[in-house]
C-alpha cells in the first residue's frame, strides 16, 4: 500500500484540508441552514429547524467533498465561491423580506 509520502501527499495538504472542512465548510454549512430558512414555506420556526437539519447533512457532504477532490485549489475556491453565493442569497431574501 502507498504511503502519503510516496503519493506526494504532504502534512500542508492534510493541515490545509482539515482546516478547510472545519472553518469554511462549517461556514458554508451555516451559510446553507440561513438560506433553506428564508426558502421553506411556513413558520419562521420551521424554516429554521429544517435549515439546521439540512446543515447537518450537507455538513457531511462537505467534509467527504473537501478530503475527496485531488486539488486543495478546488476545495478552497468551491467553498469560498459556495459561501459567496449563499450569502449572497440569503441577504437578499432577508432584504425582500424586510421590505415585504
Excluded: E, Q
Aim: with cysteine; aromatic share 12%; charged share 5%.
Amino acid at each position: 500500500m502507498p504511503t502519503a509520502a510516496s503519493v506526494g501527499i504532504s502534512r500542508w495538504h492534510v493541515t490545509s484540508r482539515v482546516i478547510a472542512a472545519a472553518i469554511p465548510g462549517f461556514i458554508l454549512a451555516n451559510t446553507v441552514s440561513i438560506l433553506f430558512g428564508f426558502i421553506m414555506p411556513g413558520s419562521t420556526a420551521d424554516g429554521a429547524a429544517w435549515g439546521t437539519i439540512m446543515a447537518y447533512a450537507f455538513y457531511t457532504c462537505i467534509i467527504i467533498w473537501v478530503f475527496s477532490v485531488k486539488r486543495l485549489r478546488t476545495v478552497w475556491l468551491g467553498l469560498s465561491g459556495g459561501i459567496a453565493l449563499t450569502s449572497a442569497g440569503a441577504w437578499g431574501l432577508y432584504l425582500l423580506g424586510a421590505s415585504a
